[in-house]
């Protein structure tokens, strides 16, 4: 027998990136325009591949959750219930990415759906596979953390886009009389002095904050499988999240569809979001009462490990 719950997600780690998070949004306030023209590279090839596909990460953390809602509602009566969830869970992604890659790297759409459903699908089977030996009750621990932070923040950062109305930085570009906003402002005046560009493309107002940056940020859930499996490491799960994160947000930049402040904004969100589960569910806390049997495979609802 071997501790359960010896790994945790480190406080350290929750407090730093958020402290992190807040400082790029401080700095956007001085930073932003400078910044952007100073790392403007629409044709950036590196960039448009980040663009294509860092939004996957949030949908592999809702495929996860509907292959895990599938297994454990097979057995009950609800069964019915966990493949239609499931189902609805696994089938946003594809669809998706496949837009996606069409939009940034402009594939045929046979080659963008086949591509799509594999990224966004493999991944997230792969999740939960290693939760597998989860107990049940940590499995829905992990279900719910993973709506709330990738459901969540999508809403968040999609509702937010379309009350600020900030202009991107290529459309400031692109037509000289468009002022650059402040991020701590809404910017809906500025969209209304422009109806015509608004509808051609109301996209271009929708700078803060970054979805790429709140969705590349789900990846942080991946240090979720540690904790409730007691294999792998919440350090390295970390470290990659945060070092993909930053590639993504700065590759949102180069493109000049966000400033700092956007991309700090729209991981700050979701890392928010994650934090919050971490200290609700109490994930950051050690607890040498609870134990796990690294042998036993199948864990039952009424079965009290210890």
Same mark, same amino acid.
């Given at each position: 027998?071997?501790?359960?719950?010896?790994?945790?997600?480190?406080?350290?780690?929750?407090?730093?990136?958020?402290?992190?998070?807040?400082?790029?949004?401080?700095?956007?306030?001085?930073?932003?325009?400078?910044?952007?023209?100073?790392?403007?590279?629409?044709?950036?090839?590196?960039?448009?591949?980040?663009?294509?596909?860092?939004?996957?990460?949030?949908?592999?953390?809702?495929?996860?959750?509907?292959?895990?809602?599938? +297994?454990?509602?097979?057995?009950?009566?609800?069964?019915?219930?966990?493949?239609?969830?499931?189902?609805?869970?696994?089938?946003?992604?594809?669809?998706?990415?496949? +837009?996606?890659?069409?939009?940034?790297?402009?594939?045929?759409?046979?080659?963008?759906?086949?591509?799509?459903?594999?990224?966004? %699908?493999?991944?997230?089977?792969?999740?939960?596979?290693?939760?597998?030996?989860?107990?049940?009750?940590?499995?829905?621990?992990?279900?719910?953390?993973?709506?709330?932070?990738?459901?969540?923040?999508?809403?968040?950062?999609?509702? %937010?886009?379309?009350?600020?109305?900030?202009?991107?930085?290529?459309?400031?570009?692109?037509?000289? +009389?468009?002022?650059?906003?402040?991020?701590?402002?809404?910017?809906?005046?500025?969209?209304?002095? &422009?109806?015509?560009?608004?509808?051609?493309?109301?996209?271009? &107002?929708?700078?803060?904050?970054?979805?790429?940056?709140?969705?590349?940020?789900?990846?942080?859930?991946?240090?979720?499988?540690?904790?409730?499996?007691?294999?792998?490491?919440?350090?390295?799960?970390?470290?990659?999240?945060?070092?993909?994160?930053?590639?993504?947000?700065?590759?949102?930049?180069?493109?000049?569809?966000?400033?700092?402040?956007?991309?700090?904004?729209?991981?700050?969100? %979701?890392?928010?979001?994650?934090?919050?589960?971490?200290?609700?569910?109490?994930?950051?806390?050690?607890?040498? +009462?609870?134990?796990?049997?690294?042998?036993?495979?199948?864990?039952?609802?009424?079965?009290?490990?210890?």
């Amino acid at each position: 027998m071997e501790k359960y719950y010896e790994k945790r997600i480190p406080n350290g780690w929750l407090f730093s990136l958020l402290l992190l998070a807040i400082a790029g949004l401080a700095a956007g306030v001085m930073l932003d325009l400078r910044l952007a023209s100073w790392v403007f590279d629409p044709q950036a090839d590196w960039a448009k591949i980040f663009a294509a596909v860092s939004p996957v990460a949030a949908f592999w953390g809702l495929g996860a959750a509907g292959f895990m809602t599938i +297994d454990v509602l097979r057995d009950r009566k609800y069964w019915i219930l966990g493949w239609l969830v499931g189902f609805v869970l696994l089938a946003v992604g594809p669809v998706y990415m496949a +837009d996606s890659l069409m939009e940034e790297l402009h594939l045929s759409w046979i080659i963008a759906w086949i591509a799509g459903l594999l990224i966004s %699908t493999l991944p997230a089977l792969l999740y939960a596979f290693l939760m597998r030996k989860a107990t049940v009750e940590d499995k829905l621990k992990c279900i719910v953390i993973l709506l709330i932070v990738c459901v969540g923040s999508m809403l968040i950062v999609q509702v %937010t886009k379309r009350v600020w109305d900030r202009p991107r930085y290529i459309l400031i570009q692109q037509y000289t +009389d468009v002022p650059f906003s402040a991020w701590y402002k809404p910017a809906s005046s500025i969209a209304e002095q &422009f109806p015509n560009l608004m509808n051609a493309n109301s996209d271009m &107002f929708r700078s803060f904050p970054s979805g790429h940056s709140q969705s590349i940020a789900c990846l942080f859930v991946w240090a979720l499988i540690p904790l409730f499996t007691n294999k792998g490491s919440v350090h390295l799960s970390m470290i990659i999240a945060f070092v993909l994160s930053i590639a993504t947000m700065a590759s949102r930049m180069v493109l000049g569809a966000h400033f700092l402040s956007d991309v700090c904004a729209g991981f700050a969100i %979701t890392y928010l979001l994650f934090a919050i589960c971490c200290w609700a569910f109490k994930l950051t806390r050690k607890n040498p +009462d609870d134990e796990y049997d690294d042998d036993y495979d199948d864990y039952e609802d009424d079965e009290d490990f210890e």
